[in-house]
């Protein structure tokens, strides 16, 4: 039997379990990836040889869990995320393409101190780091299990000692200001959390992804934070959920410390990030 074989019986097992075919086609190749150790482009040019002997149990065993609906970063053990590996557990929100906008809208910035509300994996506190070698951050989670899984990224990407990660909400018992703050927060409502795909429902932790009947439970507190934690003219680039663009520029033209710069869109044409600043003269 081919790897092409083994790759396409495995695509239909995926499409049985309910994946759309081309979830299904890219999780089967990722997969085989992950087995084989290969890249992609070995992967393809090999891909009408027999795979080694130890290959096919592997696989059959990690295809099994995917047609559970278990999500491929939890097989695999890690998530890309900015060109980098980061370790993901069911303790953390698997870092997602869209949250790359953050990195790519602070790479245009300058500033050395920063924090990172509700960390959880490290993605956007240990990217900064490795891309900012002068900049310091704090990195915060309620979450105990989550800044494991944190600490375990910024040692993975040797930036453990300019990240300083605390446990606690928000920014409460954090000394300020801050040139930048960036977050992820909980943005998914209570009722669209019930919609939500089996991989994200079942496999990553609500608390970082439900926040109230509106989702703006947590966005109303890390707005809070900046107009009080930002120095003035610092920035809060703060991702937000895709039917809150209207709610989040209300919500900052409320508070007199804060303006609305921007609001940036994901590759799907999403308002995605908001680009806030704490405002110069504000007490």
């Known amino acids: 039997m081919t790897l092409r074989q083994h790759l396409t019986a495995a695509k239909a097992r995926l499409v049985g379990a309910g994946l759309e075919p081309p979830e299904a086609a890219r999780d ?29 149990v592997a696989y059959d065993a990690a295809i099994e869990r995917r047609t559970q609906r278990e999500p491929v970063a939890h097989i695999t053990g890690v998530q890309e995320f900015w060109s980098r590996d980061f370790a993901v557990s069911p303790a953390v929100l698997i870092p997602r393409p869209e949250t790359e ?12 101190t920063v924090a990172d509300i509700g960390t959880g994996s490290g993605c956007l506190a240990v990217t900064i780091a490795a891309e900012f070698p002068r900049a310091r951050i704090v990195a915060t989670d309620i979450s105990a299990p989550a800044l494991a899984v944190a600490r375990a990224n910024a040692q993975r990407h040797d930036v453990a000692g300019r990240i300083e990660f605390k446990e606690t909400r928000y920014l409460d018992g954090i000394a300020g200001p801050f040139d930048l703050i960036v977050s992820n927060p909980p943005y998914v409502t209570d009722r669209e959390y019930e919609t939500l795909a089996p991989e994200v429902r079942e496999a990553e932790p609500r608390s970082a992804l439900t926040a109230g009947a509106d989702g703006l439970d947590d966005i109303r507190q890390v707005l809070q934070c900046a107009a009080t934690m930002l120095a003035p003219g610092g920035r809060l ?26 609001i940036r869109s994901d590759l799907q044409r999403i308002p995605r990030m908001a680009i806030i600043e704490r405002r110069i003269g504000e007490p």
């Open 237 to 262: 680039l703060l991702e937000m959920g895709h039917q809150q663009a209207e709610a989040v520029t209300d919500l900052v033209g409320s508070d007199r410390q804060l303006q609305l710069i921007a």
């Open 101 to 112: 906008l953050i990195i790519e809208e602070a790479m245009s910035m300058a500033f050395v």
């Open 28 to 56: 089967v190749l990722y997969l085989a990836m992950h087995v084989l150790d290969w890249d992609r482009a070995t992967v393809h040019a090999r891909d009408l040889d027999p795979p080694p002997d130890e290959f096919a």
